[in-house]
C-alpha cells in the first residue's frame, strides 16, 4: 500500500510506494534531501518524522549518532501509515530523475599503484547532467551496483571521469584495471545531494582522503572554470605519496589561486622524498595542526566512512560549526537500488 508524506510546514506532499523509502521517495518526486551513502551509514539523511509511524527498510539501521534527539535517517526507513517529515532542508530537485546510459571505456590508466583512472564517454549527441560533488551508479551484472564519484568538472559533459582505488578482492573494483577502450558499462546518474554554497564567499578547506579526491578535483576544477575568488585549502591524507595520485591539478589550482593551500598528508615517506613537504600523520590530525581555528571556515570531507568522521570530530573541536561541515563518505559494499 502506498502513502502520501508531507514536508511539514508546506502544501507540498508525495507519494511512497510500498517498499520504497522516504528519501527515495522524495528523490524519485523530484524533492532534493541531503543525503549520501543511502545506506545508513554516512547520517547526511537525519530528519524528524512529526506525524504518523515508521518502520526499518530491510535490515538498514535508521538510527545513527547525527540523528538529533527523535531523528531518523530517511534512507533506513519507511512509512507505515501517512506522514508528516521535517528533514534539516530541502528543495525542489535541479537534477530531474538519475539517467540510464551505456557508456564506452575511452580511456584507462593507472595513476597510482592501486589507482584507475577511468575514462567513459556517452553515445554521440547524448550530454551527461550533474553537479560537481555528485555520483553516478555503476550496474554490475549480478544486479547490484557501485558507487563512484565524477571527477570531472560538470561543464566536461560528453563523459565522466573516476578515480577509482582497488579494493582487493573487491567484486567491481579489483578487475577495473582489465577494462579497455572500448568496453561498455551501464551508468545511472545523478545522483547525490550538494550542498556547498557557490554564493557563500567563506573560505573553504576540503579534506580528502585516497579516491576522495574525485569530488574534491570535480568541485575545485569547476569553481576555476567559474573564475571564483575564495580563500581554497586541500588536505589530501594518503598512505604514502603514491597515492597523491595527480599533482598536476593541484599545481594547476596553486597557478590559478596563489593563495591555495595544499597541505599533502601520509603516514610514511620514503626516505627519497626527504619528508620536507608532507605531512607526516593523517588527514585529520593535519587538520587540527595546520587550522586551528576553524570558525567561519566551510569544510568539506571526502573518503572513507572512519576517515570522514575522524576529520567531522576534529573540525568540531577546531570551531567548525555542524552546518558548514559537509561530507561525503565513500561506504562499502552494493548500493540500495
Ligand atoms: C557515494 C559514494 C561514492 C563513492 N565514490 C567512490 C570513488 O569515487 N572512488 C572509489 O574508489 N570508491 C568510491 N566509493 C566506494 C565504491 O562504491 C565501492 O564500494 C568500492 O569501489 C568497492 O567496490 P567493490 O565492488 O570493488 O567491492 P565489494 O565487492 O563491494 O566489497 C568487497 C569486500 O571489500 C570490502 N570493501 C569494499 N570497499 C572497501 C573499502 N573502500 N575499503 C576497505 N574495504 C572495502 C567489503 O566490505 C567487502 O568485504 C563510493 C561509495 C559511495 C557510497
Not at 502520501?4 to 534531501?33: E, R
Not at 588536505?235 to 605519496?241: K, L
Not at 561525503?328 to 552494493?334: A, I, K, L, N, T
Request: glycine share 10%; with cysteine.
Amino acid at each position: 500500500m502506498s502513502f502520501q508524506i508531507k514536508l511539514q510546514g508546506t502544501d507540498i506532499s508525495f507519494v511512497c510506494q510500498p517498499g520504497q523509502t522516504i528519501l527515495d521517495a522524495a528523490l524519485k518526486s523530484g524533492i532534493s534531501l541531503p543525503y549520501s551513502c543511502r545506506k545508513g551509514i554516512c547520517g547526511n539523511c537525519a530528519g524528524s518524522v512529526t506525524e504518523g509511524n515508521i518502520q526499518p527498510h530491510g535490515s538498514l539501521p535508521f538510527r545513527h549518532d547525527n540523528c538529533a534527539e527523535g531523528q531518523v535517517l530517511f534512507c533506513g526507513c519507511e512509512p507505515s501509515t501517512d506522514l508528516v517529515i521535517q528533514p534539516t532542508s530541502w528543495k525542489r530537485s535541479e537534477d530531474g530523475a538519475p539517467k540510464t546510459f551505456t557508456a564506452r571505456v575511452y580511456r584507462n590508466e593507472l595513476a597510482a599503484p592501486d589507482v584507475s583512472v577511468l575514462q567513459l564517454r556517452l553515445p554521440a549527441g547524448k550530454k551527461i547532467k550533474f553537479r560537481a560533488g555528485q555520483y553516478l551508479l555503476i550496474r554490475m551484472e549480478d544486479g547490484s551496483s557501485r558507487s563512484y564519484s565524477m571527477a570531472n568538472a560538470p561543464h566536461e559533459s560528453d563523459g565522466v571521469t573516476l578515480h577509482i582505488r582497488h579494493v582487493p578482492g573487491g567484486y567491481f573494483s579489483s578487475r577495473v584495471s582489465t577494462l579497455k577502450p572500448g568496453d561498455t558499462l551501464d551508468i545511472e546518474l545523478p545522483y547525490g545531494h550538494v550542498d556547498l554554497d557557490e554564493q557563500d564567499n567563506r573560505p573553504v578547506v576540503f579534506v580528502a582522503g585516497g579516491t576522495g579526491f574525485a569530488p574534491v578535483k570535480s568541485i575545485l576544477d569547476g569553481l576555476l572554470k567559474k573564475k571564483a575568488q575564495r580563500q581554497l585549502a586541500l588536505i589530501w591524507g594518503a598512505r604514502d605519496p603514491s597515492g597523491l595520485y595527480m599533482q598536476s591539478a593541484v599545481e594547476k589550482w596553486q597557478k590559478f589561486w596563489p593563495d591555495f593551500q595544499f597541505v599533502p598528508a601520509v603516514n610514511t615517506v620514503p626516505t627519497t622524498s626527504h619528508g620536507n613537504s608532507y605531512f607526516v600523520g593523517r588527514a585529520d590530525e593535519a587538520l587540527a595542526c595546520r587550522f586551528n581555528d576553524l570558525n567561519n571556515h566551510i569544510i568539506y570531507i571526502c573518503g572513507s566512512p572512519g576517515m570522514v568522521e575522524a576529520v567531522r570530530q576534529t573540525a568540531l573541536s577546531c570551531g567548525a560549526s555542524p552546518k558548514d561541515i559537509h561530507t561525503d563518505s565513500f561506504v562499502e559494499g552494493p548500493a540500495s537500488q
